[in-house]
């Protein structure tokens, strides 16, 4: 197909937005790693992980899914062990309102995680998952690459040095 000169997958709109989606799909991780940089990875990882909120409701709104009741008891408890896990509690029982290190990144993330999850149905319907996935982790991964400081950068070079000597036996 390629030596003939198409392209298996015609330009659309939607190829467009799947670009965008593979480039946005960056942010998410990049505020989760500022998150766990940040603050306990036992408080930020949950509450960035919770985008399953975020995507039911959106799922609700733009794709009319329906939730029986059984369904909509347990996302409650979900928003309050989120709710609960981003609170300082001590904090919290003097009546101050103080959130754990982290908390605000975790939430940024959860946040774009759960409107990419909702947004990804669209491609994923339309090429399938495995094109799909491509496109995603291509796009993610030349996104970091572009906004990589030279610092970061340094920092790859350190870690890859280690890594391969510990792959090698050294």
């Excluded at 940089?37 to 960035?48: N, R, T, W």
């Excluded at 919290?92 to 409107?115: C, E, F």
């Excluded at 996935?133 to 280690?162: Q, S, W, Y």
């Amino acid at each position: 197909v390629l030596a003939s000169g198409s392209f298996p997958i015609q330009f659309s709109w939607l190829l467009l937005f799947t670009i965008v989606l593979s480039i946005a799909g960056f942010f998410p991780f990049y505020f989760y790693l500022s998150a766990v940089k940040k603050g306990h990875l036992s408080v930020v990882a949950p509450i960035a992980k919770s985008a399953v909120i975020i995507t039911v409701l959106l799922s609700l709104l733009f794709l009319n899914e329906r939730l029986n009741t059984a369904q909509a008891v347990l996302i409650c408890f979900v928003i309050l062990g989120v709710m609960l896990l981003s609170m300082n509690l001590r904090a919290l029982m003097a009546m101050r309102l103080k959130m754990h290190d982290g908390v605000l990144p975790a939430l940024a993330a959860s946040l774009m995680w759960g409107i990419m999850y909702v947004a990804w149905k669209f491609p994923v319907t339309a090429y399938g998952p495995w094109f799909s996935a491509f496109m995603i982790e291509t796009g993610v991964v030349a996104t970091a690459l572009v906004l990589m400081r030279k610092e970061d950068i340094a920092v790859l070079r350190t870690i890859d040095g280690k890594l391969f000597g510990i792959i090698l036996g050294g």
